[in-house]
């Protein structure tokens, strides 16, 4: 998500940015979101492809607990 999408969706504080929040799970109204960089980020900045991989692996994790408890 982008500062704008991170707005809409979650309406964190003014001083809360992406990188604040990133990896963080939030929830708003009982709907959890996950903040991660673009995908596009790791195609501009090599360093973050890990960073990207990390976070794939924290949403799966974070998805399976959701699942679990449907």
Do not use: C, Q, W
């Not at 929040?21 to 960089?37: Q, R």
């Amino acid at each position: 998500m982008g500062n704008s999408a991170i707005r809409a969706l979650v309406n964190p504080s003014d001083s809360d940015s992406v990188t604040s929040l990133h990896g963080m799970p939030l929830e708003v109204e009982s709907v959890t979101y996950l903040p991660m960089y673009h995908p596009a980020a790791a195609l501009y900045t090599a360093s973050l492809r890990k960073v990207m991989e990390e976070d794939f692996k924290r949403l799966k994790i974070l998805l399976n607990k959701i699942d679990t408890h449907l």
